[in-house]
């Protein structure tokens, strides 16, 4: 008879631990929204989650596998949103039904290892740095590069330039930049989010940049500037459009911020090489991308992305400072809003973002 | 559900619990019918095996037949130009991909890296069993075989900070123009670029990675000449160089071959440890020291960003599909050669 008893426990224990586990989810109200894509803010993403998660209920599972990746996933909707540093043109944002919306933006900078000169000592021109990186300068002690600095005792070391090997939305800023500023670029290697460059070594992600560039005398790269200031970095000054030249921080990279044009398709604005005399020339906005045709199950998930990323316009923007990311301006929260409440439609047809 | 106050059941399957009857007239009883149910038994595993033995077949075609359906686009997009075209440019409107660059990286990197990888080894082989007293052998033994155990990614973040700036301030600074300055291969250390990470370092790491195969087989095959053989040659007066020369190599000749071969086959395949120390340029290098790239960290590098369709994404699995067949055929050619060792 022992048996039958064990087995009718067992079976009793079984009934109450799928109710157990109810009970658990009704008490705590979370609901996950997953996402994927974009290396670059996934610092700021991480810690937003981290801060909205008891505030809003809503829990962020973000995977930061690429911009390329995050686009191939939320095409495939096998997730709830995709993240990308490069906007995505209107009509394949069309194709693919998806709504386009900025979050943050972020500056790259260029680092430099030479003994002897101190951060932000170095002034550089866009055509100087194009230069550099086609491997067209040989040597530090370079005429063109002594006669802009000529405060600064440059060592003969010969030049390393150092890319990011692997394929990145950084590499895609940066590259727009140069193909900005030089028209040898432009018609060379390109932007995109890997090129193929002309001279230097390649290291993978951020870390390998940095550190490639510490380990080397004469290297120069480009980073995200976070991970420039968080790791003391040498950086550059560098000449923007309007012929200053200028350092990379907080008060140049808003002043670049508040040149931007938003009112673009997808809200593609393009913050690389403005004018303004305090405009830092390389800085650009990251994006979320959202079925605009969340099938029935899904139109929770897009819902909460939306409250998810409404609550980080709102409550987000220290965190993106601290980080030194720059936080949207309010004007253009209130457009990425309306378009919210315009595009994102259940299958019924009814606008999903209400608020 | 109550079987207690049933009748028992025919067969039990743990008879050594049941306790009805005396064990002698169970037993007999119960061998027929294990014969029976053990005939059954044996079908199923047979099955099972042959299933686990097919498995394998099929996941291998279905790899095969994935790298070359996901490269046809590629393939049929640039034809047999993609695999002598040295460029690799995604960039939008200007698409262009060829495989030359990183197969040649592959190639000359794993070639590098067993030419600095078979001495050594072969080194590690006859110390371990013709020099080393008994003692040290089996600690010395375990040490490669661990060696073997390390994650590529180990050594690919101990070759990024260790091994690259030594490259590049104990080599290249301090006297790479010096050997630069040798007539006739002076060329093949003239680089312009100073980096450190380059396919000399890539090389280097593989060859670490690799000694532990080489010199396992070589230990393995060597331990397989036959006393006789060596103790006539030391009979005769032979040295220990001439009877490793003149005895051991040439009986274990084809074996030390398939082992270096299974190296190779490694080295073609690393990725990581390569990716971290290899300079990543889509260059072909002219110089040991300069930055170049192979199939496997390109396909490492591209592959997040590429979208799902793209002729990038084609060429990747192109590139895939290329580094299977030099694989294959290296590993082929290792099994051709070490067939008559493993049989016996």
Known sequence: MTHGFNRRGLLMGGAALPLAFAAGTARAQQATITGAGATFPRPVYERWAQAGREPLGVQLNYQSIGSGGGINQITNRTVDFGATDAPLPAAQLAERKLLQFPTVMGAVVLIVNLPGVADNALKLTPELVADLFMGRIARWNDTRIAELNRDLRLPAVPVSPVYRADASGTTFVFTTYLSRVSEAWKSGPGAATSVQWPAGNGARGNEGVANTVRNTPGAIGYTENAYATVNRLTTTQLRNKSGKFVKPDNATFMAAASQANWAVPGFAADLVDLHGDNAWPIVSPTFILLPTNPAADKVDASRNTMRFFDWAYKSGAQIAERLEYIPLPESVQNQVRAAWAAEVKTPAGAAIWTA | ?344
Request: hydrophobic share 55%; proline share 5%; with cysteine.
């Open chain 2, 1 to 344: 559900m109550e079987d207690d106050s049933g009748a028992p059941p025919p067969y039990s399957p743990l008879p050594e619990f049941s306790e009805k009857g005396p064990r002698v007239s169970a037993t007999t009883s119960d061998q027929v019918i294990r014969r029976s149910s053990g005939a059954t038994g044996d079908l199923v595993f047979a099955w099972l095996c042959k299933g686990a033995g097919l498995l394998v077949l099929l996941l291998l075609g279905g790899i095969i037949l994935t790298l070359f359906l996901g490269g046809l686009p590629a393939f049929r997009h640039f034809g047999l130009h993609f695999l002598v075209s040295t460029d690799w440019n995604p960039v939008e409107g200007r698409e262009s991909y060829g495989a030359a660059v990183a197969v040649a990286g592959t190639i000359l990197s794993s070639l590098l890296a067993i030419l600095l990888a078979v001495p050594l080894a072969f080194g590690i082989a006859f110390f371990l069993t013709e020099l080393a007293p008994q003692w040290l052998r089996r600690p010395v033994g375990i040490a490669i075989e661990l060696l073997a155990a390390v994650p590529s990614i180990i050594f690919g973040m101990w070759g990024l900070f260790v091994l690259v700036p030594f490259v590049q301030q104990k080599i290249q600074f301090a006297f790479g123009e010096e050997l630069a300055a040798i007539p006739l291969i002076g060329f093949l250390f003239e680089s312009s670029n100073y980096a450190g990470t380059s396919i000399f370092a890539a090389a280097l790491v593989i060859a670490i990675m690799i000694i532990p195969f080489i010199a396992a087989t070589m230990r393995d095959v060597f331990e397989q000449v036959p006393a006789v053989f060596k103790e006539s040659a030391y009979g005769l007066g032979a040295t220990r160089w001439e009877v490793v020369r003149s005895v051991v190599l040439p009986y274990t000749r084809t074996s030390v071959v398939g082992g270096i071969m299974l190296g190779l086959g490694r080295a073609l395949g690393e990725t990581m440890a390569v990716t971290f120390v290899i300079g990543n340029a889509n260059r072909m290098a002219g110089s040991i020291f300069d930055a170049t790239t192979t199939i496997a960290s390109v396909v490492a590098m591209e592959f997040p960003e590429s979208l799902a369709g793209s002729l990038k994404q084609s060429s990747l699995f192109a590139l895939g599909f290329i580094l299977f067949v030099i694989s294959f055929i290296v590993l082929a050619i290792s099994r051709w050669l070490l067939r008559s060792r493993l049989k016996a």
